[in-house]
């Protein structure tokens, strides 16, 4: 088995001016011993927003701040609660912008039924394209 | 209906630019808002940011009587220029509280040393576990609590003089 | 001297294309044939100094000349000049008189290259083009000129940030921009069309190799920022429905169905109303795209720097262009005859079926980029839309059109049997079975949408394959072959999208020198961090040494940058590409107890996610070398008969 190594260049640029001289917290950029619970962390933190980003997971950010709510995700999932239990309360303190996944709620029927609204205009501008079987 | 069909691109692009018109002359605010405005504060109790000075918990915020609690931090470049304005509501009376995020004894001592020192008590928060659970997003901030403990008003950024009778005003509605 | 040159030439191709436009709308006048003859050599003369101007442009970034303005803002004396060239278009002013001069080469070609359509067709299409740069030429002369002095010129340039000193950021834009705005070539056919009320098969065949040269461009833009993202960010992500990621892919999504559209159109004379749409369609979400990221009102990752007065400026134009063709539309497609019909099993079906998936796609990947814009105009409050939405809504629906996208190449044209259709894809779908049967056992956990791509790339991989079976492969059409190998390509693609979705292993680690971690099969032993220095840097570069089983081990070496001016860090990721995946190393920050954090990924088959898209690529041009030669032929055989 053939190996190439290709050393990458730069990422996305953290500015220095704004850091705190404490160290990240200790589940900022540690996973839980137990992998299943590190899934249902991680998969988590994938949906959830940073707060101090321009579009970025908590999952995806260098940001200390995303770091002490991944910290805290992680806390949380181990001492037992549900991932939607952790969505809820951020939800409840900065409103539905933290959660990339949007909440089925009237403010987003259409966002939600779009999909479908979209097929079923398709399938009606479309009928009309085919040929009859003949009898 | 072939003829009505066909104009419905044409609409539906018009609502598009509709909306994004009006994206563009009704530019979002960036900040994200705490949502606990009108709810209780959560309850904590954070160890002292410097020693000497009185550590802080929900418990002092429902006093009885309203108080300012300032977000900040000693690396934070903003809080330096709201330190002026924290002196002058200080020195007008207004109770100030703090906590302190992610920050060492000896920085904050250093900051208060240098930009003044208009608090009453400091908690420190080293992994801004009660700033998420107030719904606040950054440094500094600045929040009204009336005597209930209850969240009356946000203000995000560093306060310059031209905020303040805002301030004073919310500070003055939550007697 | 250069300077004016440049902006008076640029002056003098923008009152070419007011000519272009005049000429062709008073041509297609009845007594002003007459004048049809003038308009192609009025574009080729645009084309050609349009050119001239931006090598203008070139010229003073490559020398540096501090007097203009763009130059002393975005440039610096010390720069290598790989990026003082590529500077030329890494800046608004300068990225939109590369569209304009885009614009301008591809309506010269078309003027140049293009003899097989109905000759007031062509002229209608080049007035189209010409009014489409008018707008851009007013944008760029009176709002964005990137030719305006400085005085007095500064000592030195401000454009040494040594993050956009990258080789993959420095050439993403043209790619992309040759697609961008070459697709607005067939929304000018499209409009063109309308206007002589010439849509069939002669304007479909004319478009095509126009609409395949765009694609082929923006599949590669694609699939390059696709992995630029990937190995800069540092944290293996490929694509993250960011808004500005939405709207490179928007143009595409659409530029797919026309081209599929265009084929049946050229073809069995169908589908016409559906055709013009689409390509109005594809430039209007060029537009849309251009405009979502520089005005400024959506925020993301990737965002240029954003002005919301020029943002109102291109709105404008969007409004005037898009409206306007929308409008053309909805007037003169009801007169435009339909062609052919056909039954619902049959290749026209299953293109039918192909063209309204993806419209499908396209639509929800609109409405969920737009929608918080739109929520927070009407109710006020803000809420983010992102991957969950966008995989769970877009995810079954791409899943489903691949899956039409298998079958359909092997249905015949006008009418078939689905029983007979069944029997052709019966191995493609034994083998489906087969990967599913068999990911079921080896990989329990597996989530339904990976699982599901990965038994469709099975699937699909053999099914794109079917078309060559039992032919005579020498004798097989080259756009044959470019259609099987572009589809194999997305097969290829699907299977390392689901493959990095299912398999990817993650280990966050603080390790001290000379502790060992696991990630999936390997094992990392930390043996050093040093400081190193560079040109404009300091960095901690870890050495690590990778080891999988009893193989050789060898070492990698990521680093932790950080930059002076302006103060910046950034991270370097090492990545090691074997034979079925890749190892992704990032070194971070020390801890309080001098412990280094080190991510470890390992990414079975992400690789495929990339040379699948560089397939479809490849697809594309057998496609056009194929049907350009095919369609030569004829006058081959006139001239040599």
């Known amino acids: 088995m053939r190996l190439l190594l290709i050393a990458a260049m730069a990422a996305v640029p953290a500015p220095v001016w704004a850091d705190s001289l404490i160290p990240p917290a200790e589940y900022a950029y540690r996973q839980l011993p137990d992998p299943k619970l590190e899934a249902k962390?991680?998969?988590?933190?994938?949906?959830?927003?940073?707060?101090?980003?321009?579009?970025?997971?908590?999952?995806?950010?260098?940001?200390?701040?995303?770091?002490?709510?991944?910290?805290?995700?992680?806390?949380?999932?181990?001492?037992?609660?549900?991932?939607?239990?952790?969505?809820?309360?951020?939800?409840?303190?900065y409103g539905n912008w933290v959660s990339y996944a949007p909440p089925v709620e009237p403010v987003t029927w259409p966002l939600w039924a779009a999909p479908i609204l979209l097929i079923g205009a398709g399938l009606y501008l479309a009928r009309g394209r085919f040929r009859r079987k003949p009898r | 209906m072939r003829r009505l069909v066909l104009w419905v691109p044409l609409v539906v692009f018009l609502i598009f630019v509709a909306t994004v018109a009006i994206g563009l002359y009704k530019p979002s605010e960036r900040t994200i808002r705490?949502?606990?405005?009108?709810?209780?504060?959560?309850?904590?109790?954070?160890?002292?940011?410097?020693?000497?000075?009185?550590?802080?918990?929900?418990?002092?915020?429902?006093?009885?009587?309203?108080?300012?609690?300032?977000?900040?931090?000693?690396?934070?470049?903003?809080?330096?220029?709201?330190?002026?304005?924290?002196?002058?509501?200080?020195?007008?009376?207004?109770?100030?509280?703090?906590?302190?995020?992610?920050?060492?004894?000896?920085?904050?001592?250093?900051?208060?040393?240098?930009?003044?020192?208009?608090?009453?008590?400091?908690g420190s928060d080293r992994d801004s576990s009660v700033q998420l659970a107030m719904g606040s997003s950054g440094v500094p901030e600045t929040f009204v609590i009336d005597g209930k403990g209850v969240i009356r008003y946000q203000h995000i950024g560093d306060i310059r003089p031209e905020h303040l009778p805002a301030i004073l005003r919310a500070f003055e509605a939550a007697q | 001297m250069i300077a004016e040159a440049g902006l008076a030439t640029l002056w003098i191709a923008g009152a070419l294309s007011l000519l272009q436009l005049f000429l062709g709308a008073s041509a297609l006048r009845p007594g002003g044939e007459a004048l049809m003859r003038t308009v192609r050599p009025v574009a080729a003369a645009q084309a050609a100094l349009v050119a001239i101007a931006f090598l203008a442009l070139i010229q003073l970034f490559l020398r540096t000349d501090l007097s203009v303005a763009l130059v002393a803002a975005n440039s610096h004396s010390a720069k290598p000049w790989l990026f003082k060239f590529a500077g030329t278009w890494g800046n608004h002013e300068g990225s939109m008189l590369l569209w304009v001069t885009i614009l301008g080469l591809a309506g010269g070609a078309v003027a140049l290259l293009e003899r097989s359509i109905n000759e007031r067709t062509l002229i209608a299409t080049l007035a189209a083009q010409a009014a489409i740069g008018l707008g851009f030429y007013a944008f760029l002369l009176f709002a964005s000129n990137p030719?305006?002095?400085?005085?007095?010129?500064?000592?030195?340039?401000?454009?040494?940030?040594?993050?956009?000193?990258?080789?993959?950021?420095?050439?993403?834009?043209?790619?992309?921009?040759?697609?961008?705005?070459?697709?607005?070539?067939?929304?000018?056919?499209?409009?063109?069309?309308?206007?002589?009320?010439?849509?069939?098969?002669?304007?479909?065949?004319?478009?095509?190799?126009?609409?395949?040269?765009?694609?082929?461009?923006?599949?590669?833009g694609i699939t390059a920022g696709s992995y630029w993202a990937y190995y800069e960010l540092g944290w293996g992500g490929w694509w993250f429905w960011d808004p500005v990621e939405n709207a490179s892919l928007m143009p595409w999504l659409a530029a797919t169905a026309l081209l599929h559209s265009v084929t049946v159109l050229a073809t069995r004379d169908s589908l016409r109303a559906w055709t013009v749409m689409l390509a109005v369609v594809a430039f209007s979400m060029s537009m849309v795209g251009t405009f979502l990221v520089r005005s400024g009102i959506l925020t993301s990752v990737h965002a240029f720097a954003v002005d919301p007065q020029r943002g109102a400026f291109i709105l404008l134009l969007l409004a005037?262009?898009?409206?306007?063709?929308?409008?053309?539309?909805?007037?003169?497609?009801?007169?435009?005859?339909?062609?052919?019909?056909?039954?619902?099993?049959?290749?026209?079906?299953?293109?039918?079926?192909?063209?309204?998936?993806?419209?499908?796609?396209?639509?929800?990947?609109?409405?969920?980029?737009?929608y918080p814009l739109g929520a927070e105009a009407v109710t006020g409050e803000k809420l983010s839309v992102g991957p969950p939405y966008f995989n769970s809504a877009a995810g079954p629906v791409a899943l489903l059109l691949i899956a039409i996208m298998a079958a359909g190449p092997l249905i015949r044209w006008r009418r078939d049997q689905g029983r007979e259709v069944l029997q052709r894809i019966a191995l493609p779908v034994l083998l489906a079975a087969i990967v599913l049967f068999l990911v079921i056992?080896?990989?329990?956990?597996?989530?339904?949408?990976?699982?599901?791509?990965?038994?469709?790339?099975?699937?699909?991989?053999?099914?794109?394959?079917?078309?060559?079976?039992?032919?005579?492969?020498?004798?097989?059409?080259?756009?044959?072959?470019?259609?099987?190998?572009?589809?194999?390509?997305?097969?290829?693609?699907?299977?390392?999208?689901?493959?990095?979705?299912?398999?990817?292993?993650?280990?966050?680690?603080?390790?001290?020198?000379?502790?060992?971690?696991?990630v999936g099969p390997w094992e990392i032993r930390l043996d050093a961090v040093d400081p190193i220095a560079g040109p404009n840097w300091t960095a901690n570069e870890a050495t690590l040494t990778a080891r999988r089983g009893t193989s050789e081990p060898f070492v990698m070496t990521?680093?932790?940058?950080?930059?002076?001016?302006?103060?910046?860090?950034?991270?370097?990721?090492?990545?090691?590409?074997?034979?079925?995946?890749?190892?992704?190393?990032?070194?971070?920050?020390?801890?309080?107890?001098?412990?280094?954090?080190?991510?470890?990924?390992?990414?079975?088959?992400?690789?495929?996610?990339?040379?699948?898209?560089?397939?479809?690529?490849?697809?594309?041009?057998?496609?056009?070398?194929?049907?350009?030669?095919?369609?030569?032929?004829?006058?081959?055989?006139?001239?040599?008969?």
Request: hydrophobic share 50%; aromatic share 8%; proline share 7%.
């Open chain 3, 320 to 370: 005037l262009y898009i409206g306007g063709a929308l409008a053309l539309f909805g007037l003169r497609v009801g007169t435009v005859k339909e062609g052919a019909t056909f039954e619902p099993v049959s290749r026209e079906g299953a293109l039918v079926a192909n063209n309204l998936l993806l419209s499908v796609i396209l639509g929800i990947v609109l409405v969920g980029t737009l």
């Open chain 3, 147 to 220: 030719f305006e002095r400085l005085s007095p010129a500064p000592a030195q340039g401000q454009g040494l940030n040594p993050l956009l000193q990258d080789l993959g950021l420095a050439f993403h834009p043209p790619t992309l921009y040759i697609g961008y705005v070459g697709i607005s070539v067939a929304f000018s056919f499209a409009v063109g069309a309308l206007i002589t009320r010439d849509v069939g098969p002669a304007f479909a065949r004319a478009m095509r190799p126009w609409v395949l040269g765009a694609w082929i461009f923006l599949t590669l």
């Open chain 2, 34 to 122: 705490s949502q606990m405005i009108g709810k209780q504060i959560p309850a904590f109790a954070l160890p002292e940011a410097v020693p000497g000075k009185p550590a802080l918990g929900s418990d002092a915020l429902t006093s009885g009587e309203p108080r300012l609690l300032n977000v900040f931090a000693s690396w934070c470049v903003p809080c330096i220029a709201e330190a002026p304005q924290l002196m002058e509501l200080a020195r007008r009376g207004v109770p100030i509280d703090a906590i302190a995020i992610r920050d060492r004894p000896e920085d904050v001592a250093k900051f208060l040393g240098r930009w003044g020192d208009p608090y009453q008590r400091i």
């Open chain 1, 41 to 93: 962390a991680a998969a988590l933190m994938h949906t959830l927003r940073c707060l101090v980003c321009q579009g970025q997971s908590i999952a995806d950010s260098d940001a200390e701040m995303a770091g002490d709510m991944r910290a805290m995700v992680r806390r949380r999932i181990e001492a037992g609660e549900s991932p939607e239990q952790i969505r809820a309360w951020l939800i409840e303190r």
């Open chain 3, 558 to 641: 990521p680093q932790a940058r950080m930059f002076s001016s302006p103060p910046t860090e950034t991270s370097e990721a090492a990545i090691a590409t074997s034979a079925d995946g890749q190892l992704y190393t990032v070194v971070g920050k020390p801890d309080a107890e001098g412990r280094w954090q080190l991510r470890l990924w390992w990414k079975p088959f992400v690789t495929l996610i990339w040379f699948g898209g560089g397939l479809i690529a490849l697809g594309g041009l057998l496609s056009i070398i194929g049907r350009v030669r095919r369609e030569r032929k004829p006058k081959w055989d006139e001239v040599y008969a």
């Open chain 3, 441 to 518: 056992l080896l990989v329990p956990g597996i989530r339904i949408l990976p699982l599901l791509g990965l038994v469709l790339a099975a699937g699909t991989a053999a099914a794109s394959v079917a078309p060559l079976w039992k032919r005579n492969l020498r004798r097989t059409p080259l756009f044959t072959w470019g259609m099987v190998i572009a589809h194999l390509g997305i097969a290829v693609s699907l299977a390392g999208m689901a493959s990095e979705a299912a398999f990817t292993k993650e280990t966050l680690i603080a390790a001290r020198i000379g502790q060992t971690a696991r």
